[in-house]
């Protein structure tokens, strides 16, 4: 009999990995990671992408305060472009919008931005991959919108 009803069950646990001071280059084999940035921001942090490959993912929590510095997620090279959309809500609890990158657009920069109220605990971002493009979603609670740039 089919179990086509049943939810496909992830047959491990993600691997968590806490960002400290450091700039962080991420390779192919961590497909998966979830990355906590942990630390205060004062000045700007740069976490690099591996080259697109199909089925990669990566998760970035922010478990800390931005009070200063950026989080900046870059593709490895120029050609490695993001697509997609990150709800944004005004810190001041003013206004919501949808800061997005479209495919033909050529973005292949994230930035979290960490002046006036920086993005506030709790925010987050996936990148997902299908082996051309990078796939961004999430939510980030700042007084300043991300850009994918």
């Keep these: ?14 691997r968590f990995e806490a960002l400290g001071d450091a700039n962080k280059t991420i390779t192919k084999a961590e497909s998966g990671e979830v990355y906590a940035l ?31 510095g950026n989080l900046i997620i870059q593709s490895a090279a120029t050609a490695d472009y ?15 919008d ?3 990158a479209t495919a033909a657009s050529t973005a292949d920069q994230l930035t979290i931005v960490g002046s006036n109220d920086g993005a506030q605990f709790g925010s987050w971002v996936e990148l997902v991959s299908d082996g051309t493009y990078w796939y ?12 994918i740039a």
């Design 38 to 68: 942990t630390v205060d921001l004062t000045t700007n942090r740069t976490v690099t992408l591996p080259a697109p490959e199909d089925g990669a993912y990566f998760k970035f929590m922010i478990m800390a305060d931005l009070d200063g």
């Design 136 to 147: 961004v979603t999430g939510v980030v609670h700042a007084d300043e919108p991300p850009t």
């Design 98 to 100: 949808f800061v997005q």
């Design 82 to 96: 993001m697509i997609g959309g990150i709800l944004h809500q005004d810190s001041d609890g003013t206004t919501a």
């Design 1 to 14: 009999m089919s179990k086509i009803g049943r939810a496909a069950r992830v047959a491990s646990r993600q």
